[in-house]
């Protein structure tokens, strides 16, 4: 008997939504130095800062980040649910995966707009070139994380569907 990769497919679905948040912290930690350095920055002289210490344009791309990191997130727990729906005996796996298929177009586009470096687009649409200096180098690289994330769960979608298909065959029938 086939020793089961149920814990694996399942700790795989989970990174998606953690690796969100991972996102949405490392670029927070980002917009964080990048508002120091334009408070530090010549431009600033006088400038207000709102009451979370960041100042509009950090407000701004933290949104953008934030809406991103939401969106990847929300879609990384569908895609948990599917998993564990894929598990079990029954009809419905089709659909479960249509809608899977079908769910990795608003993802792409999460992915899209985190590739496309949010922070440091709003950073040159502000025209605040102090904020751009702060940004650290790293964080172009925060887009990995959200691509890890969806290849872990395309990995732990297919451990849970192959071990649900092993769960629908009848004792002594070959496996697909």
Do not use: H
């Not at 670029?27 to 002289?45: C, D, F, H, T």
């Not at 470096?117 to 964080?139: C, H, K, T």
Request: avoid cysteine; aromatic fraction near 6%.
């Amino acid at each position: 008997m086939a020793r089961s990769r149920w814990p694996v497919a399942l700790g795989l679905l989970a990174l998606g939504p953690v690796l969100a948040a991972a996102y949405a912290g490392a670029n927070l930690v980002a917009i964080r130095a990048a508002v120091k350095a334009q408070i530090a920055g010549p431009e600033w002289a006088g400038g207000r800062l709102g009451p979370d210490g960041m100042t509009a344009l950090g407000t701004d791309t933290g949104r953008l980040v934030s809406w991103t990191a939401l969106l990847a997130g929300v879609l990384g727990m569908v895609y948990a649910v599917i998993g564990v729906l894929l598990r079990r005996r029954g009809r419905g796996r089709t659909f479960l995966f249509v809608l899977s298929g079908v769910l990795i177009v608003p993802y792409a586009l999460a992915v899209f707009v985190a590739l496309l470096n949010p922070v440091r687009m709003a950073a040159e649409l502000y025209d605040s070139p102090d904020f751009a200096d702060g940004i650290p180098a790293w964080q172009a690289g925060t887009v990995a994380i959200l691509v890890l994330a969806g290849l872990a769960q395309a990995a732990g979608l297919r451990m849970a569907a192959a071990e649900g298909r092993r769960a629908t065959t009848a004792p002594g029938e070959p496996q697909p």
